[in-house]
C-alpha cells in the first residue's frame, strides 16, 4: 500500500507530463515528427499521441487501486489533489 507521500509524489509525476512532453518536442519540424527512426516502430508524434492518451485516461486507471480519491474529481481534466 502506498503512503499518502508516495501517491502525491506519483500524482505530481503524472502532472507535469504534459509540460515536460511540449518542451521536448517543442520545434520539432514535421518531418522529424513524423519519421520512423527503425522500421515497424513508432514516430514520435505516435508516442507524443500515446502518451497523451495514457494520460488522459489515467484517473480511469488509478479509480480501483483508490488513488482516484486523491483527485478532486475522476475525470480526465481533474489535476488539483485533494486536500
Not at 37 to 45: D, G, M, N, Q, R
Not at 51 to 60: A, K, M, Q
Request: charged share 25%; net charge positive; hydrophobic share 40%.
Amino acid at each position: 500500500m502506498l503512503t499518502r507521500e508516495q501517491r502525491r509524489d506519483m500524482i505530481d509525476k503524472i502532472r507535469v507530463l504534459p509540460e515536460q512532453l511540449a518542451a521536448r518536442v517543442r520545434g520539432l519540424s514535421v518531418e522529424q515528427l513524423t519519421t520512423h527512426f527503425l522500421a515497424h516502430e513508432w514516430t514520435v508524434a505516435q508516442n507524443v499521441h500515446h502518451l497523451g492518451d495514457s494520460h488522459v485516461n489515467i484517473p480511469r486507471r488509478l479509480k480501483p487501486r483508490g488513488l482516484y480519491l486523491l483527485f478532486r474529481r475522476c475525470d480526465p481534466g481533474a489535476t488539483q489533489l485533494a486536500g
